[in-house]
Structures are given as C-alpha cells and as structure tokens.
C-alpha cells in the first residue's frame, strides 16, 4: 500500500507500523517511535508501493499531530506523483487538558495517512509553499528598504525615482553573482 523513511532516523516502515483505524485512515503513535522528541522529526518520505492502486482522483494525504493539538495537513502523495519528502510542520501542542482514565497512555503526538479526494486538498506539499512565501516576503522586504533609501514625501505617499525598479533589479543581480551564498540568505 505504502511506506515511509524518516531521513536519518529511521529504515523504509510499511502499512504494518500503522494502526489502521478504517478503511482509509492509519495513524502512527510517535511515542513508539521516538517518545516526547517527536518534534526532532522534521521530515518524512512516503512513497507509494508497487501494488497498491490509488484512484487517480485520490491522493493519500499526511498530517501530523502534537499533543493536544488538532491535526495539520502537510502534503500528499498521488499515482502521478508516487512519492515526496514532506516537511512535517509540527503544531504547537494543545493547552487543553484531556480527561483520561488514570491507566491510559499520555497523550502524544501522531502521524495521520488518509486516503482523500484531490481536488479537496490545498496543495500536495504545504512546506513549499510557505518556503516561497516567505522567499518573496524577503525580496519584497529587500526592496522596501532598497526604495525607502532614495524616496521623498509627498503628504501620505512614498515618491521615488522612475527608474528605482531597474537600479534596484541590477545591484541585487550584482550582489547575486559576487557572493554565490547571497540568495540562500533569502531562502529560510
């Protein structure tokens, strides 16, 4: 059906690792895996297995779970894209308290694989996506100050010279091809 690695924690886990809940629900407890340092774990590969066949508008959707918490969508896999690396966006765990009977297990946090329609879901790797937001927070950012170096006032509004565009584009392509690591400092 399917598999997952945790890049340098753990070997290929399959289906078996899951507890299944029904016919399209597994969850994985992580305090069997690693106990409270779940949030260690950044990432997860899951990858389709070779016999497993998946309904090409349904995708098998991650989300993971601190304690206390609800769960967070972090991506998903489909038949054209049968495998990924997901960045595991741990949330902050719940201040709720939960009522449990004094012999059960403590709260913990959780891995949760759901079989979902495609079109319901946001995006197949939500992690990207916030990677790119925040890539172009940091030029915008880069440019609001580049600009605010050389604009005037006008009563409430901002006036800078016509060509502030072009002159910043080129000092930031220069500064890009003089230090190889400038545009990582971009990148968080």
């Not at 690396?85 to 949330?91: H, T, Y």
């Not at 201040?95 to 979902?116: F, H, N, W």
């Not at 392509?173 to 971009?186: H, I, M, S, T």
């Amino acid at each position: 059906m399917f598999g997952v690695v945790f890049p340098n924690r753990s070997f290929p886990m399959d289906i078996s690792s899951f507890s299944q809940i029904d016919t399209y629900h597994w969850i994985l407890d992580m305090n069997t895996f690693v106990g409270e340092a779940y949030h260690q774990i950044g990432d997860m590969c899951i990858f389709l297995l070779n016999n497993f066949t998946l309904p090409p508008d349904k995708a098998l959707a991650v989300y993971v779970q601190s304690p206390g918490s609800p769960f967070v969508f972090c991506g998903a896999v489909t038949l054209q894209r049968p495998s990924a690396v997901l960045s595991l966006l741990w949330p902050e765990p719940g201040g709720q308290m939960q009522l449990t009977a004094p012999d059960s297990a403590t709260p913990s946090a959780k891995i949760g694989i759901s079989v979902e329609d495609l079109a319901a879901l946001p995006s197949l790797d939500v992690a990207a996506e916030k990677k790119i937001e925040r890539l172009a927070l940091k030029v915008g950012e880069n440019l609001f100050n580049f600009m605010q170096s050389f604009c005037g006032f006008d009563g409430s509004k901002l006036v800078v010279p016509m060509d502030i565009l072009d002159r910043w584009f080129k000092k930031f392509q220069e500064k890009a091809k003089r230090d190889p690591d400038y545009l990582k400092g971009f990148a968080l």
